[in-house]
């Protein structure tokens, strides 16, 4: 599956596609804040020179180009991770609460991606 591809071939997005690839029913799944500091960091440190929520929706729109589906949950914010805070069962973004999201993901529910309309950086 993976033989042949060079080190140059492999980002992030790929992971994604080969995964997909090998396993068709996997279920891809991301939450993002569109200004998150840390990804931006990171961006800057290996020589993106694009704004986060641009590179968010290219990698997504890369991915599913290739034929696999990642689900999104984009909020504005320049937080990073979400897990350990309380805001994980209040955030709503577009009418959409995150703990829902999540839970109809987890339970095989069909859902739609979410991305902050007015993501407003900070």
Avoid at 14 to 32: C, E, K, N, W, Y
């Amino acid at each position: 599956m993976n033989e042949g591809i060079t080190p140059e071939e492999w980002s992030f997005p790929a992971l994604f596609v080969q995964a997909g690839t090998h396993d068709p029913d996997i279920v891809m799944s991301r939450f993002d804040f569109a200004y998150d500091g840390t990804q931006s960091l990171f961006l800057s440190l290996s020589g993106v020179d694009v704004p986060l929520l641009e590179s968010i929706d290219a990698n997504e729109a890369r991915i599913e180009s290739e034929g696999v589906d990642q689900l999104s949950y984009t909020a504005p914010g320049s937080e990073h991770t979400l897990v350990r805070k309380d805001e994980f069962y209040d955030m709503e973004v577009n009418g959409a609460l995150l703990v829902d999201w999540v839970a109809d993901l987890v339970d095989g529910e069909p859902v739609e991606d979410v991305r902050c309309e007015d993501c407003e950086a900070p």
